[in-house]
């Protein structure tokens, strides 16, 4: 089993910035990639990024491309998620999740583990 904690959400205003932490902890020896998705009230799951645990491959939806950043340390196990020049439209809950072997990385169904989610509020 894999556990995933998220941390750094909160509350801040647009045009600001927040960086989240997801650590994955537990039988942690075979990551194929790990994402990022958030959902907000009364809209399904969407897809933000994911990077490759190899580090070769990054994917970022079109509404973040050029504000979001994703990296990871792999010592740490822990993938960031960088987020600059917030808006409104970004506030939803935040989930990490680790896809242990490739599948695709921009649908949900192709992940295994998933953190209980961080909420990001921006405020206009």
């Known amino acids: 089993q894999v556990q995933l904690v998220e941390s750094g959400g909160g509350l801040v205003m647009a045009g600001g910035s927040l960086r989240l932490s997801c650590t994955a902890s537990?039988?942690?020896?075979?990551?194929?990639?790990m994402g990022w998705f958030r959902q907000a009230p009364g809209k399904e799951r969407e897809f933000v990024s994911a990077?490759?645990?190899?580090?070769?491959?990054?994917v970022y939806a079109n509404s973040v491309k050029g504000r979001f950043t994703i990296s990871r340390d792999s010592v740490k196990n822990t993938m960031y998620l960088q987020m600059d020049s917030l808006k409104p439209e970004d506030t939803a809950v935040y989930y990490c999740?680790?896809?242990?072997?490739?599948?695709?990385?921009?649908?949900?169904?192709?992940?295994?583990?998933w953190g209980p989610g961080t909420q990001v509020t921006v405020s206009s």
């Open positions: 999740a680790l896809q242990r072997f490739a599948k695709g990385v921009t649908a949900p169904t192709g992940y295994d583990y």
């Open positions: 537990g039988r942690t020896f075979s990551i194929y990639a």
């Open positions: 990077k490759t645990w190899s580090g070769v491959s990054t």
